[in-house]
């Protein structure tokens, strides 16, 4: 429906609401922090007159935020990245957020695409609310389309979104720690080798000292 609907909601001073997928983990590189820039960019280019606000997924995306966007908090969600990802979360991110009482017109979702074990691509994908799914133009293509059709089916397809958009932030989360993890088990290994080359040498450099002074003491004696 979303591919064959015009929804007319390029109109900058329209209601803008912004969902932002991190989780409560860290350790993982640059995959949260590329998602704040990615948000932070894009709230610079709106117009200061349009209306914005922010939905929090993860303490990660929540402490990023909030030295200078906290007065467009919406909602701030916790306890998220612990477990993989479920329907069940996806739905309850979607129901905070129709249940809100904010009136928006357009809105983003910004996540993390996996593209590999070793890369990913910041991403996001746009979402319109029941009321301006409902005066869309186009809507006339379909027939009996009501109200509660409408609600029901922009609750079950942002859940659905939303619930995508977690699987590939959970898979470039997951693979982006598994290198993180191996980078730093290698620089850790070098650490300790030269570690214990200085170790090595400095024990042998005392040996030699005391049996120099052992050697120099018996030959005084004689």
């Given at each position: 429906m979303y591919e064959r609907v015009d929804f007319g909601v390029a109109n900058p001073e329209k209601q803008r609401l912004m969902i932002v997928l991190t989780s409560d983990r860290g350790l993982c590189?640059?995959?949260?922090?590329?998602?704040?820039?990615?948000?932070?960019?894009h709230l610079n280019d709106i117009p200061p007159d349009t209306g914005v606000k922010l939905v929090t997924v993860g303490d990660k995306a929540k402490s990023l935020l909030q030295a200078k966007h906290r007065d467009k908090f919406?909602?701030?969600?916790?306890?998220?990245?612990?477990?993989?990802?479920?329907?069940?979360d996806a739905s309850f991110v979607a129901k905070q957020v129709l249940e809100s009482g904010y009136t928006f017109d357009a809105g983003t979702i910004?996540?993390?695409?996996?593209?590999?074990?070793?890369?990913?691509?910041?991403?996001?994908?746009?979402?319109v609310s029941p009321t301006?799914?409902?005066?869309?133009?186009?809507?006339?293509?379909?027939?009996?389309?009501?109200?509660?059709?409408?609600?029901?089916?922009?609750?079950?397809?942002?859940?659905?979104?939303?619930y995508g958009a977690m699987k590939e932030a959970a898979a470039s989360e997951q693979s982006?720690?598994?290198?993180?993890?191996?980078?730093?088990?290698?620089?850790?290994?070098?650490?300790?080798?030269?570690?214990?080359?200085t170790f090595n040498r400095t024990r042998q450099a005392v040996i030699t000292r005391e049996?120099?002074?052992?050697?120099?003491?018996?030959?005084?004696?004689?």
């Open positions: 590189g640059s995959v949260h922090s590329s998602v704040v820039k990615n948000v932070r960019n919406l909602v701030t969600l916790n306890e998220y990245g612990r477990k993989p990802p479920c329907f069940d910004f996540y993390n695409q996996y593209k590999s074990v070793v890369s990913f691509k910041t991403s996001k994908m746009a979402f301006v799914l409902e005066a869309a133009p186009d809507m006339s293509i379909y027939d009996e389309v009501d109200e509660d059709v409408l609600t029901c089916y922009t609750e079950f397809s942002l859940s659905a979104m939303v982006s720690r598994m290198t993180a993890m191996d980078s730093a088990s290698k620089n850790a290994g070098e650490m300790i080798d030269k570690l214990t080359l049996l120099i002074e052992i050697i120099s003491g018996a030959s005084a004696l004689e």
